[in-house]
């Protein structure tokens, strides 16, 4: 994608989502409900993006998302729009769940290490700073 955005000046931005507190469904719920709620996560995140945008589990229980032909303004407004999807999803037996935001948009010259770090320190910022928000790096 880097490599496509330096030739054709395009835009682009990742979302790094991590689902706040998941240990404790697992604890509770055990590992086949987290498993479903991983399931249906992924599920409202894929029906709540762009059609060439892309989305995968990045492990545990973050996801992230390329979003194509984004800028931060875009980048932000996907993120206000998710997390409001994610609260008003039914997660039973779970009552209900959250998710922090890190968000970074491509600048010239961003390698991917560049780009993973300033996403993944965003989601940091995100999660120290009260969680089920998001924050731009």
């Known amino acids: 994608k880097i490599k496509s955005a330096e030739r054709y ?8 989502i991590d689902i706040d507190f998941f240990k404790l469904v697992n604890d509770e719920y055990g590992h086949n409900v987290g498993d479903v709620v991983l ?10 993006i762009r059609e060439d ?12 998302i390329i979003a ?5 303004k875009e980048l932000e407004a996907l993120a206000k729009k998710l997390k409001k999807k ?12 959250s998710a922090s935001f890190g968000l970074t948009a491509y600048k ?3 390698t991917s290490d ?3 770090k300033r996403v993944d320190n965003a989601l940091y910022k ?11 790096s």
């Open 9 to 16: 000046k395009e835009h682009f931005g990742l979302l790094l």
């Open 114 to 116: 560049i780009l993973f």
């Open 126 to 136: 995100a999660k120290q700073n009260g969680r089920n928000r998001y924050e731009i």
């Open 86 to 97: 994610i609260i008003e999803t039914d997660f039973s037996p779970v009552s209900r769940l």
């Open 39 to 48: 399931q249906k996560f992924a599920k409202t995140l894929q029906r709540n």
């Open 53 to 64: 945008d892309f989305i995968a589990r990045w492990g545990g229980e973050e996801f992230i």
């Open 108 to 110: 010239e010259g961003d």
């Open 68 to 72: 194509n032909y984004a800028k931060e």
